[in-house]
């Protein structure tokens, strides 16, 4: 069987890991076995540990299909791969169901953003592209300590810089 790590409610676009799922040509059977809590507060993103982002998943995300998953092999697609606390939390959910095999698929690996050539007005230091969550528009960032990265916090538009 295969499954797709699950979209919050938020995501742009919306169900976008279910859509690839559903538009794979596979040989296998296709099932969506994971679901966000309605009730999430806070972004992954905020937990910068493997640990911190493993909790989060933890807390609200669950293992929802009414398929029995005993002794099956299951495959699971997700977009990136940035901590490995995704694909950990969603193997454990599996094996605890069960399931005998899991092969996780992530169609890139992030090590870290790619810094653009552009460089800060405000501090001098390489700027990087970041994407606004909640419609998906791509900005300049100098990209502060809070964030893993080492400059100001300076925010532009991509048009104009």
Same mark, same amino acid.
């Given at each position: 069987?295969?499954?797709?790590? %699950?979209?919050?409610?938020?995501?742009?676009? +919306?169900?976008?890991?279910?859509? !690839? !799922?559903?538009?794979?040509?596979?040989? #296998? +059977?296709?099932?969506? !076995?994971?679901?966000?809590? +309605?009730?999430?507060?806070?972004? *992954?993103? /905020?937990?910068?540990?493997? %640990?911190?982002?493993?909790?989060?998943?933890?807390?609200?995300?669950? !293992?929802?299909? /009414?398929?029995?998953?005993?002794?099956?092999?299951?495959?699971?697609?997700?977009? /990136?791969?940035?901590?490995?606390?995704?694909?950990?939390?969603? *193997?454990?959910?599996?094996?605890? %169901?069960?399931?005998?095999?899991?092969?996780?698929? %992530? #169609?890139?690996?992030?090590?870290?953003?790619?810094?653009?050539?552009?460089?800060?007005?405000?501090?001098?230091?390489?700027?990087?592209?970041?994407?606004?969550?909640?419609?998906?528009? +791509?900005?300049?960032?100098?990209?502060?300590?809070?964030?893993?990265?080492?400059?100001?916090?300076?925010?532009?538009?991509?048009?104009?810089?």
């Amino acid at each position: 069987m295969i499954t797709c790590v %699950a979209d919050k409610a938020t995501t742009k676009p +919306p169900r976008k890991m279910a859509t !690839l !799922l559903h538009a794979l040509d596979v040989g #296998l +059977p296709k099932e969506e !076995l994971f679901t966000w809590s +309605p009730n999430v507060t806070g972004s *992954i993103r /905020q937990e910068k540990k493997r %640990a911190g982002r493993m909790e989060f998943i933890k807390r609200f995300v669950s !293992l929802t299909s /009414q398929v029995e998953l005993r002794d099956k092999n299951v495959v699971i697609v997700d977009d /990136q791969y940035t901590t490995g606390a995704t694909t950990m939390s969603h *193997i454990e959910m599996l094996l605890d %169901a069960g399931v005998r095999n899991v092969l996780f698929v %992530a #169609l890139f690996y992030l090590t870290e953003e790619v810094p653009i050539e552009n460089t800060c007005p405000r501090c001098g230091k390489p700027t990087r592209i970041k994407y606004r969550k909640r419609d998906g528009a +791509p900005f300049y960032n100098c990209v502060p300590p809070d964030y893993n990265g080492t400059g100001c916090g300076w925010m532009g538009n991509l048009a104009n810089g």
